[in-house]
């Protein structure tokens, strides 16, 4: 497996545009993660699914935050409209229901100019 | 989940063992001690867990004191590669998964 692949790598984008993020899990694996990384908060939760339904939501900081996972095999993270604010490392992890090992993507820099 | 205390930088010569605490005084019976490391740009990396008993695998050691209160991650023979932020979580294991980060101890292994 080429494990969870994240997509864009990079992304520049301007205030008030809306912002898509894309993961691909690991296949198999029921549970799927999104992380944001900042220098001042470091590592957070956004959100977590298990057979691709919402389960704990509460880290997503605003209504402007969406996830879906339509299926077992993707998920997007969408902003809309972005802000500067929202600049960060996006991740996207996975792991399997027996499993105690989250593997993560490479991540989604986003940049909101 | 329980907290954990990390020290928030540790510098180590490579080829030695890094040693790395993790303080978390208010572990529940049925938590899991895990660690995860993020070198630089990187997506985090599981390293190893443990329950109980100490834990060995090709990565690292753990080391869990018998109180549960605490433990220590050793890399055997670090090497400049493992220059990263270490990341010290404790959860149960029936909780969905949900592994929610402190801010973690970053290792410098210097030459």
């Known amino acids: 497996d080429a494990g969870v692949i994240q997509s864009p790598r990079h992304e520049v984008t301007e205030m008030g545009q809306e912002v898509t993020l894309r993961c691909k899990p690991i296949s198999g694996h029921d549970y799927l993660f999104w992380y944001r990384q900042t220098m001042m908060r470091g590592l957070e939760l956004l959100i977590y699914f298990n057979n691709n339904v919402p389960i704990d939501d509460s880290g997503m900081p605003e209504d402007r935050f969406s996830a879906k996972m339509p299926n077992a095999s993707f998920s997007t993270l969408k902003i809309q409209p972005s802000e500067p604010r929202d600049s960060a490392v996006y991740f996207c992890a996975s792991r399997g229901a027996g499993g105690a090992e989250a593997f993560f993507g490479q991540g989604t820099r986003l940049t909101v100019v | 989940d329980a907290k954990t205390t990390q020290p928030p930088s540790m510098d180590c010569a490579e080829g030695r063992a890094a040693n790395l605490p993790c303080n978390h005084s208010t572990i529940s019976g049925n938590e899991y001690v895990y660690w995860y490391r993020q070198i630089h740009s990187q997506g985090p990396q599981y390293i190893i867990h443990?329950?109980?008993n100490n834990e060995t695998n090709e990565m690292a050691s753990l080391i869990i004191t018998e109180d549960r209160k605490s433990s220590t991650l050793i890399l055997p023979h670090a090497t400049l590669r493992d220059t990263a932020v270490y990341y010290c979580?404790?959860?149960?294991?029936?909780?969905?998964?949900?592994?929610?980060f402190g801010q973690g101890t970053e290792l410098s292994v210097k030459p």
């Open positions: 979580i404790v959860r149960v294991d029936n909780q969905g998964g949900k592994l929610i």
């Open positions: 443990g329950l109980k």
